[in-house]
């Protein structure tokens, strides 16, 4: 089992910053794919940027450019760092991560087949 818990969210200026984090706990060493989304209100959720174990990463249109993920060296947790934030970006993110295993280590690290999730932090963007 595995519990993930964000932190970071809250109120910040359209411009400016603002870093998530995503603290893992228990069997964090089965983890091989981990993934920020993010749900604005009365949309669906969407994804925003995943990272493997080799620290590849990719993101979604919305983010390039703009955020970076990364992941603690000991697999400890995982970061959103998002820059120029825009209005549009006001939703509660979520940290999710997936299993890998001998069987599944070649799945690509994309947005599907998560088998942990947070509860969510809320970002808000300001004018």
């Known amino acids: 089992q595995v519990r993930l818990m964000e932190s970071g969210g809250g109120s910040v200026q359209a411009g400016g910053s603002l870093k998530l984090s995503c603290t893992a706990s228990?069997?964090?060493?089965?983890?091989?794919?981990m993934a920020w989304f993010r749900q604005a209100p009365g949309k669906a959720r969407e994804g925003v940027a995943t990272?493997?174990?080799?620290?590849?990463?990719r993101y979604t249109d919305s983010a390039k450019g703009r955020f970076t993920i990364s992941r603690h060296p000991a697999a400890e947790g995982f970061y959103l760092q998002m820059n120029n934030v825009k209005s549009e970006d006001t939703a509660t993110y979520y940290c999710?991560?997936?299993?890998?295993?001998?069987?599944?280590?070649?799945?690509?690290?994309?947005?599907?087949?998560?088998?942990?999730w947070g509860v969510g932090t809320l970002v808000t963007v300001e004018p």
């Open positions: 999710a991560a997936a299993v890998r295993t001998v069987a599944t280590m070649n799945f690509p690290c994309d947005f599907a087949g998560m088998n942990y």
């Open positions: 990272i493997d174990r080799n620290d590849n990463t």
């Open positions: 228990g069997d964090i060493y089965d983890l091989g794919c």
